[in-house]
């Protein structure tokens, strides 16, 4: 699952990211209401769940979610202290898919993501993106900024396994094993030829895949 999280407390923005990261959740983070405006007014595709504080300076949580309404059906849980009866109410008259009050347990909120997206019918598995780059693992298809990339098999295969790890770098040696097989026999020159059409193939977004000399690739947002 990819999370957007709406929060300006930092301290608590850091324990969530670490427990859902570690879960192999992404975790975006934004601190400020009217950043987070923005965000909603231009679209939150590729995210699976907002959590959602009220109390943000810029704009609150009430004012935000009502934004995100106008156009989107992506569940949004508040994760607020304020835990009066009205404004619990006005939560889910917004539209909110769950309203939580501080303190609490980071695995049921975790939970509780995890059960919504289940519910709603997304598949997190299916759905790979960084930066300009989204792949659909299930049709099999590649997309940069939007438009369609031809990928061949195995250029699809190796961009599958970049993106699983994106940011970690990646030898040759990993590529060859996971990609062409523990049963090729050749040189890893291979793997050099390949990354050099997928980045061709992938235009703009080719040089997100990053050269560690000495050490292989590396696939990055930028």
Aim: charged share 25%; proline share 2%; aromatic share 8%.
């Amino acid at each position: 699952m990819k999370i957007l999280l709406i929060e300006d407390d930092l301290q608590i923005c850091e324990v969530i990211q670490k427990y859902f990261t570690d879960q192999g959740t992404e975790v975006v983070r934004v601190t400020d209401g009217q950043a987070a405006m923005k965000l909603a007014e231009s679209g939150l595709d590729g995210y699976f769940v907002v959590l959602l504080d009220i109390m943000l300076p810029g704009a609150d949580g009430f004012t935000i979610c009502r934004s995100i309404r106008r156009s989107s059906d992506i569940p949004v849980i508040f994760i607020t202290a304020r835990g009066r009866e009205q404004d619990i109410l006005h939560g889910y008259e917004l539209g909110c898919d769950d309203y939580i009050v501080k303190p609490f347990l980071l695995s049921a909120l975790y939970a509780k993501c995890s059960a919504i997206v289940k519910r709603t019918g997304k598949n997190p598995g299916s759905i790979l993106t960084c930066g300009a780059i989204k792949l659909d693992t299930v049709r099999l298809t590649c997309y940069v900024n939007g438009h369609e990339a031809e990928l061949t098999p195995k250029s699809f295969a190796i961009l599958y396994y970049l993106m699983e790890h994106k940011g970690w770098v990646i030898d040759r040696d990993t590529l060859l094993d996971k990609v062409w097989g523990n049963d090729y026999f050749g040189v890893d020159r291979v793997v050099d030829n390949h990354i050099k059409r997928l980045r061709k193939a992938l235009g703009s977004a080719g040089g997100q895949i990053h050269t560690v000399i000495g050490r292989g690739y590396k696939l990055t947002d930028k």
